[in-house]
């Protein structure tokens, strides 16, 4: 009987010991995939946002486009009253031909005169050249000045820059552009892409190239890419002289105690299902995989403009 309660004893304190350790073994694990792990809840899918300002001023005159539209570079946005501009090239055109008749009158007239060795004098034949020289000058800038409206005239029509989507549309025929005021915004469709703000202390188990896991919030499927790399620098909030800087401003979570600070990491996106909407703003779940290299094919594609 004492040999029984003596190996039930003994039984309870190894599976004891083993439960503990087992369960000591996860925790550890825990702790270093959260501490040193390349993951991170807090990311968010960024787009190059492109103002669109046009380089003249005018009432508008058509919006071809809506809100939420996507369009294809070199699309019809809107166009300028251009009537006047219209009007503007006629006059140029007329006074280039008004300069052409002078030009050709002066180049005749000075022919003439040199021909006459023994009648003109020397003083008459420099004038009639420099006659001809003025009628020159003049013609290049009726034709300058014809370029010049022709030019206008064009910029009366904004297309797209890029491929992208209008967003947050408010433009109205007849409302006034003024010369470099952006009318519109578009979001450029191809320029996609995701900033994982990740621990300082995770930064040495993350490679350019590895592969990316993303999770968008709200969505089931998961979205696929690579690491293309991290910024150099960050704001100093400790230091006055950073804010007129254009470094990454990063909040810290809290400022009281010292935690890592959070480098921006910036991911391609290679592969997005169908039913995921790609929105600039989104809040996004990365988890890397630095034993693993995205494709060097989809990450080549992914990385065009």
């Known amino acids: 009987m004492s040999t029984y309660n003596g190996f039930t004893k003994v039984l309870k304190v190894t599976v004891t010991f083993c439960v503990v350790a087992v369960a000591a073994t996860m925790l550890w694990k825990l702790f270093n995939y959260y501490t040193y792990a390349p993951q991170t809840r807090d990311g968010k899918i960024r787009a190059d946002v492109v103002p669109i300002a046009g380089d003249l001023s005018g009432r508008i005159e058509t919006v071809y486009v809506t809100d939420n539209q996507e369009v294809k570079k070199g699309d019809l946005l809107y166009t300028i009253a251009h009537k006047r501009l219209e009007n503007a090239v006629e006059r140029a055109r007329a006074r280039l031909e008004v ?22 004098s020397q003083q008459q034949k420099d004038e009639h050249i420099s006659d001809l020289e003025s009628a020159r000058a003049n013609y290049h800038q009726a034709q300058t000045e014809l370029d010049l409206a022709n030019i206008n005239l064009g910029l009366a029509t904004v297309t797209a820059p890029v491929n992208g989507i209008v967003t947050n549309l408010s433009l109205r025929p007849g409302a006034y552009a003024s010369e470099g005021e952006a009318m519109m915004t578009l979001v450029d469709s191809d320029s996609f892409y995701v900033t994982g703000y990740f ?3 995770k930064l040495a188990n993350i490679r350019v190239g590895a592969l990316a896991e993303i999770r968008v919030m709200g969505e089931s499927k998961k979205l696929q890419g690579h690491v293309q790399g991290w910024s150099v ?46 929105i600039a703003g989104r809040t996004v779940s990365v988890t890397l995989h630095s034993d693993q290299v995205a494709d060097a094919s989809s990450a080549q594609v992914s990385s065009q403009p």
């Open 233 to 278: 620098g960050i704001e100093d909030r400790e230091r006055s002289t950073s804010a007129d800087t254009l470094l990454a401003n990063v909040n810290p979570t809290f400022s009281w105690i010292r935690l890592a600070q959070r480098i921006p990491v910036r991911i391609a996106i290679d592969e997005v299902p169908k039913e995921v909407a790609l």
């Open 99 to 120: 300069a052409k008749a002078d030009l050709n009158e002066a180049d005749r007239e000075n022919k003439r005169y040199q021909r006459l060795d023994t009648v003109a």
């Open 199 to 201: 621990e300082e202390t």
